[in-house]
């Protein structure tokens, strides 16, 4: 099992930016322990979306286009974080943060896919 604790959320004033960080512990079900990982959101009452999304090497990303030119995500795997960095934020970004991670790779936005979360960090942009 993984595990995945996010931090970094808080208060935020709109145009200001924010970083936020995933740690992730324990070990996957494949052999090599590599995984996607991923930022979601969520409002209360509404779906949990997709924010950015990053393969185990780095090199694909998937920023949906709500947010890009927006976000950042990066990861470092022998730290085993992944970080997500906004920036220009407004008060829609006000959500609950959450860390994903999938075995087989996947980097799309359905939730019901990723394999593993972390507990959520609260964002809230003040207008």
């Known amino acids: 099992q993984v595990q995945l604790v996010e931090s970094g959320g808080g208060l935020v004033q709109a145009g200001g930016s924010l970083r936020l960080s995933c740690a992730a512990s324990g070990r996957s079900d494949r052999d090599d322990n590599r995984y996607a990982m991923g930022w979601f959101r969520q409002v209360p009452g509404q779906s949990r979306d997709l924010v950015a999304a990053?393969?185990?090497?780095?090199?694909?990303?998937n920023i949906p286009d709500s947010v890009k030119g927006r976000v950042a995500i990066s990861r470092d795997n022998a730290k085993n974080t992944v970080d997500l960095r906004m920036n220009s934020l407004i008060p829609e970004d006000t959500a609950v943060y959450y860390c994903?991670?999938?075995?087989?790779?996947?980097?799309?936005?359905?939730?019901?896919?990723?394999?593993?979360w972390g507990q959520g960090t609260q964002v809230t942009v003040s207008s």
């Open positions: 990053i393969s185990w090497s780095g090199g694909s990303i």
């Open positions: 994903a991670a999938d075995e087989l790779g996947y980097l799309g936005g359905e939730s019901a896919r990723w394999d593993y």
